[in-house]
């Protein structure tokens, strides 16, 4: 599994979409974003300027590109919205979200609380 900041998700001939951070089962080493074919997870951090292009734009199509989960990040609530397909979109973990991407045998326990201290 590898993680990149910035990513890009890849589908020839025009879509690209870049979130904040990419988590993807690693490829080749050297391989170009294209051959990338197992994305677990796109992360956007949302502001009040963006939130309406990742909610409405980039979290269906991520999902419908065949990303694992989209979460995003919501500065105001405090809060990882956390989308999968096929799911309710949206589902707010404000104290600690159990990530278990697929393919994965382990849940990895994200506690939230400490990732906003001192943003305010």
């Not at 909610?55 to 999968?84: H, M, N, T």
């Amino acid at each position: 599994m590898l993680i990149a900041s910035p990513g890009a998700v890849v589908r020839r001939p025009k879509t690209r979409l870049e979130p904040d951070i990419l988590v993807f089962r690693s490829p080749l080493v050297g391989a170009k974003w294209e051959s990338v074919q197992e994305h677990l997870l796109a992360v956007e951090t949302t502001s009040r300027s963006t939130v309406v292009h990742d909610r409405d734009f980039k979290r269906p199509a991520y999902l419908d590109l065949g990303v694992g989960e989209v979460w995003r990040v919501d500065l105001d609530q405090e809060a990882i919205l956390v989308s999968r397909l096929g799911e309710p979109p949206d589902l707010a973990h404000r104290d600690r979200l159990l990530w278990a991407p697929r393919g994965f045998d382990r849940t990895l326990p994200i506690e939230i609380g400490p990732l906003f201290r001192g943003l305010a």
